[in-house]
């Protein structure tokens, strides 16, 4: 990053650095103030850097450690990261093979995910000159839980937002044709995708809002923008392109499948369960059969109007 990226998405603040970043209409504020070590973002995420000055959803103090103890029992172990309960929150452990067993870095969350802890490993880390504290997967898995809490859920799913704020879901697992469309209608329409893999769901007053994310897929499209969601369509390949329309009371489960959840945490799941069913009655889905070219977006465009 250049030193007038650097400056546009950097604040110093007396000795700390502040970087405020949007994911989902949240507003995570990190403060670092780790002499010698400066913030510095990484591509994915400088899209996502929020200007305001208003107050943060979440705040996360970022400090060195000297050790780590025990975290206890594992919830939740995924090889390049393990979770552990910590008093009524939640405690996330990183490791790489590069610097050994012990973990490099350790994030500790209050229940809520509104504040937070990161805590680099400064035997391992201290030759570093520049470091995203926040880097992939702890801002997911962050973001992740705070929904789960209440908030929302995010989808396996390309977004797109048309110029009059509706917003549609291309939701699907890895393979399924994600990336593939959103690079049609960027090429073809000169659209707005969202994300061509990971999108965010919340709902308002006025019904369901989908988000933007930095976790791209293999097309490298992400916006930090959001619409109103208008329809949902599974997509599948297809040897022609049709829309089935899906009964609501199915369709929760589907979207459940394609969802990030803390499948180790029984109310979360519980609420996102019930997020997607309130979701699936309010909103249309459609299986989307599709063949990879120009004329699935030119059949959506005549049978649904988009």
């Not at 305001?52 to 970022?62: F, Q, R």
């Not at 990161?118 to 929904?147: G, I, K, T, W």
């Amino acid at each position: 990053m250049g030193e007038l990226a650097i400056a546009e998405s950097l604040c110093e603040a007396s000795r700390s650095q502040i970087v405020r970043l949007n994911f989902g209409g949240a507003i995570w504020e990190m403060r670092s103030a780790l002499p010698g070590l400066r913030v510095e973002l990484d591509d994915r995420t400088r899209e996502f850097v929020s200007c305001g000055n208003g107050p943060a959803d979440a705040v996360i103090d970022v400090c060195w450690s000297e050790s780590f103890p025990d975290p206890g029992p594992t919830l939740f172990d995924a090889g390049l990261w393990r979770a552990h309960a910590s008093d009524d929150g939640i405690l996330f452990d990183f490791f790489t093979e590069r610097l050994g067993p012990s973990p490099y870095k350790r994030a500790i969350f209050d229940a809520n995910f509104n504040t937070g802890q990161v805590l680099l490993n400064r035997c391992l880390l201290q030759d570093l000159d520049s470091y995203y504290p926040f880097e992939y997967p702890l801002d997911e898995l962050a973001s992740m839980h705070r929904l789960a809490r209440g908030r929302g859920v995010e989808l396996h799913s390309c977004g797109l937002a048309m110029p009059d704020d509706r917003g549609f879901l291309f939701v699907g697992h890895s393979g399924a044709g994600k990336s593939t469309l959103g690079k049609l209608w960027v090429k073809h329409r000169q659209a707005t995708i969202l994300s061509d893999d990971r999108i965010i769901v919340t709902r308002d007053g006025n019904g369901y809002l989908i988000h933007g994310t930095p976790w791209h897929g293999e097309a490298g499209l992400a916006k930090n923008a959001d619409a109103r969601l208008k329809a949902i369509f599974l997509i599948q390949h297809g040897e022609k392109n049709e829309t089935i329309p899906v009964k609501s009371s199915g369709s929760s489960a589907e979207l459940l499948s394609r969802s990030f959840v803390p499948w180790y945490r029984p109310n979360d799941l519980s609420f996102t369960l019930d997020f997607l069913q309130r979701l699936t009655t309010t909103v249309p889905i459609f299986i989307f059969r599709c063949v990879p070219d120009v004329s699935a977006i030119e059949f959506l465009e005549h049978k649904h109007a988009l």
